[in-house]
């Protein structure tokens, strides 16, 4: 893209690209080479280059295997609760199985109402 600034009809004009630097070329500065001898050997610098930093101990989480909760919402069953929250490779009539049994319901009859919160197994 070339840009002309306001100014004298004989100015030329500056390309944008020339004065801008392209984000995709790295950007390479280069150091003079030490005369002297280092006083580690090469070998000692690579190890201390790729030695790993210690990773932070994370905070505490929920454990994978804990349940979630979830509140009913207008239109739930609790097929259509397992279906929407189904882990892959599972059957939806065991994992509804899973929730009744979990939230004290009767699988044969469960009575959800809108508002409730279930406990949805992981």
Known sequence: MLVQPPGNSGESLVSV???TP???VPLVIRTPEATSTPATPAADRTAEAT???STPTPEAT???AEPFEYTAESGDSLLSIAE???PPGEDVMEFANR???LNGLDPEDPVIMVG???LIPR
């Open 17 to 19: 690209v020339q004065l």
């Open 22 to 24: 392209s984000p995709s």
């Open 51 to 53: 030695a790993p930093a």
């Open 62 to 64: 929920p454990s994978p």
């Open 84 to 86: 929407y929250w189904l």
């Open 99 to 101: 929730i009744a049994e």
């Open 116 to 118: 409730d919160v279930l």
